[in-house]
């Protein structure tokens, strides 16, 4: 179902124009209410008059993630802080988190957008939705809650954990559609087998999934274990959370809310625009944003975009499944390594479990790199042999993908830790 077809479908030339409005006016008031952004635009020679084209987005400054931070806790904002009805954060591996805030019509655009996400992903009013993501500063728990209720659905907010009751959840009140991070998925789907709840016998169809990077292989995994439909939304605390971009029934790339927020793909190193189905950063600008408007936000995420024509009806722009993050690419022996692809390779080969860990160590300044893989139960207590050569095969296909010889250590099944939101794949010990 099209949530809002009038926005999601809009014709080009006249999505264009609104988009070139919107940006005029978020300039003008960035400019107008925040010294930050003055000095920056004044820095570059740019003032809000000289936004005449979309092309013009190309002049303005980018902001990173440490500018935002730098301005902690509430040095963006653009209305009285009376007007700010919400806060959410994301928190960086050291330091202070970003704080971002929300006006009552910035909920609502949210609630707006995350109702798209939740129909495209096959969810209609009067399903049961169960919101797996957490509740708090993260954006995943509220955001899917606020689209549930927009698109008048039943939410049941569970948050994360607490599995078993999950599993419970989901046969007592029937939930239809979930919402939780892949690993998170994952390890559900394993406590339920464990109970000898087959998700197939219940009514859950949807599993809505994001928050962390994930690959096709994963996906088709997921689907195939539990008889669901999974479906890749993505967004970023920075921006709004989730509700910039999700995948409709096509599974063929990700609708961007492109009404509200403007894409680029930049080369990261040069910063230069790239074209359509040009893989580099993502970077955004929020054109409706009122508290905490965003311009030219570098993501770190890495992806391209694509203005093709979908079979859906959408013409929203669609960008690709995220590969990985600028800050998250390895360089193992001078080779740049994304965990996706390690993940897509370790995924579908029979006899390994979805689960895993990338473990990177320095010896002798050499970098070593151990890809840790469960075995199914099934294997496990097989032969040695057949443990030897499962081995032998995930090494070579990884030698095969990524140009690179990685040890392999299989090991016993649900000894790697389950995550409840965010899966951590990578243990780097070099820098300790
Ligand atoms: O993860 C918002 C979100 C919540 C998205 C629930 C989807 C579902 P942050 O905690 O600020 O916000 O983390 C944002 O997570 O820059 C990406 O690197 C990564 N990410 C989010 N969604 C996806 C996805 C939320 N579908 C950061 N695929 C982003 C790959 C994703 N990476």
Same mark, same amino acid.
């Given at each position: 179902?099209?949530?809002?077809?009038?926005?999601?479908?809009?014709?080009?030339?006249?999505?264009?124009?609104?988009?070139?409005?919107?940006?005029?006016?978020?300039?003008a008031?960035?400019?107008?209410?925040?010294?930050?952004?003055?000095?920056?635009?004044?820095k570059?020679?740019?003032?809000? @008059?000289?936004?005449?084209?979309?092309?013009?987005?190309?002049?303005?400054?980018?902001?990173?993630?440490?500018?935002?931070?730098?301005?902690?806790?509430?040095?963006?904002? +653009?209305?009285?802080?009376?007007?700010?009805?919400?806060?959410?954060?994301?928190?960086?591996?050291t330091?202070?988190?970003? $704080?971002?805030?929300?006006?009552?019509?910035? $909920?609502?655009?949210?609630?707006?957008?995350?109702?798209?996400?939740?129909?495209?992903? @096959?969810?209609?009013?009067? #399903?049961?939705?169960?919101?797996?993501?957490?509740?708090?500063?993260?954006?995943?728990?509220?955001?899917?809650?606020?689209?549930?209720?927009?698109?008048?659905?039943?939410?049941?907010?569970?948050? @994360?954990?607490?599995?078993?009751?999950?599993?419970m959840?989901?046969?007592?009140?029937?939930?239809?559609?979930?919402?939780?991070? /892949?690993?998170?998925?994952?390890?559900?789907?394993?406590?339920?087998?464990?109970?000898?709840?087959?998700?197939?016998?219940?009514?859950?169809?949807?599993?809505?999934?994001?928050?962390?990077?994930?690959?096709?292989?994963?996906r088709?995994?997921?689907?195939?274990?539990? @008889?669901?439909?999974?479906?890749?939304?993505?967004?970023?605390?920075?921006?709004?959370?989730?509700?910039?971009?999700?995948?409709?029934?096509?599974?063929?790339?990700?609708?961007?809310?492109? #009404?509200?927020?403007? /894409?680029?793909?930049?080369?990261?190193?040069?910063?230069?625009?790239?074209?359509?189905?040009?893989?580099?950063?993502?970077?955004?600008? +929020?054109? +409706?944003?009122?508290?905490? /408007?965003?311009?030219?936000?570098?993501?770190?995420?890495?992806?391209?975009?694509?203005?093709?024509?979908?079979?859906?009806?959408?013409?929203l722009?669609?960008?690709?499944?995220?590969?990985?993050?600028?800050d998250?690419?390895? $360089?193992?022996?001078?080779?740049?390594?994304?965990?996706?692809?390690?993940?897509?390779v370790?995924?579908?080969?029979?006899?390994?479990? /979805?689960?895993?860990?990338?473990?990177?160590?320095?010896?002798?300044?050499l #970098?070593?790199?151990?890809?840790?893989?469960?075995?199914?139960?099934?294997?496990?207590?097989?032969?040695?042999?057949?443990?030897?050569?499962?081995?032998?095969?995930?090494? #070579?296909?990884?030698?095969?993908?990524?140009?690179?010889?990685?040890?392999?250590?299989?090991?016993?099944?649900?000894?790697?830790?389950?995550?409840?939101?965010?899966?951590?794949?990578? $243990?780097?010990?070099?820098?300790?």
């Amino acid at each position: 179902m099209i949530w809002d077809e009038k926005h999601e479908c809009m014709e080009r030339g006249e999505l264009e124009a609104l988009q070139l409005e919107r940006l005029q006016a978020t300039v003008a008031k960035v400019y107008e209410k925040v010294p930050f952004y003055r000095k920056r635009l004044d820095k570059a020679g740019v003032a809000p @008059g000289d936004i005449k084209s979309l092309a013009d987005l190309a002049r303005l400054p980018f902001t990173s993630k440490d500018n935002l931070r730098e301005n902690y806790p509430l040095g963006l904002l +653009t209305v009285p802080q009376a007007e700010v009805l919400e806060i959410h954060g994301s928190s960086g591996t050291t330091g202070k988190p970003v $704080i971002m805030a929300y006006t009552k019509q910035d $909920i609502d655009t949210w609630s707006e957008v995350m109702a798209r996400t939740l129909a495209g992903a @096959g969810a209609e009013p009067g #399903d049961v939705v169960q919101n797996a993501y957490g509740y708090g500063l993260f954006t995943g728990g509220l955001g899917a809650h606020y689209g549930s209720l927009r698109l008048g659905a039943m939410v049941i907010p569970t948050s @994360g954990g607490n599995s078993k009751r999950q599993v419970m959840m989901i046969q007592d009140l029937s939930s239809r559609a979930i919402c939780c991070t /892949p690993s998170y998925f994952l390890a559900l789907a394993e406590v339920a087998e464990e109970a000898g709840v087959d998700f197939r016998s219940t009514n859950l169809r949807i599993a809505i999934l994001g928050a962390e990077p994930w690959s096709d292989s994963m996906r088709r995994e997921i689907e195939k274990k539990s @008889g669901v439909t999974a479906i890749d939304i993505y967004g970023l605390t920075e921006i709004i959370g989730p509700g910039v971009a999700s995948e409709c029934a096509e599974q063929d790339g990700l609708h961007i809310n492109e #009404d509200h927020f403007l /894409p680029e793909i930049i080369n990261p190193e040069t910063g230069e625009v790239l074209g359509d189905g040009e893989t580099g950063e993502l970077v955004i600008t +929020t054109i +409706t944003k009122e508290a905490t /408007p965003v311009l030219r936000f570098r993501t770190r995420d890495i992806c391209s975009i694509t203005h093709e024509a979908c079979a859906c009806g959408r013409t929203l722009v669609r960008m690709s499944r995220v590969a990985g993050r600028t800050d998250d690419m390895l $360089i193992i022996r001078g080779v740049n390594v994304f965990p996706s692809q390690i993940e897509s390779v370790l995924v579908g080969i029979e006899g390994a479990e /979805p689960h895993y860990q990338i473990v990177i160590r320095r010896e002798k300044a050499l #970098d070593d790199m151990e890809v840790q893989v469960e075995v199914s139960e099934k294997l496990f207590s097989d032969e040695i042999r057949g443990l030897e050569t499962l081995e032998a095969k995930i090494r #070579d296909e990884l030698h095969s993908v990524l140009g690179l010889r990685v040890r392999v250590k299989l090991v016993e099944p649900r000894t790697i830790q389950r995550s409840m939101g965010k899966a951590k794949r990578v $243990i780097d010990m070099r820098e300790q």
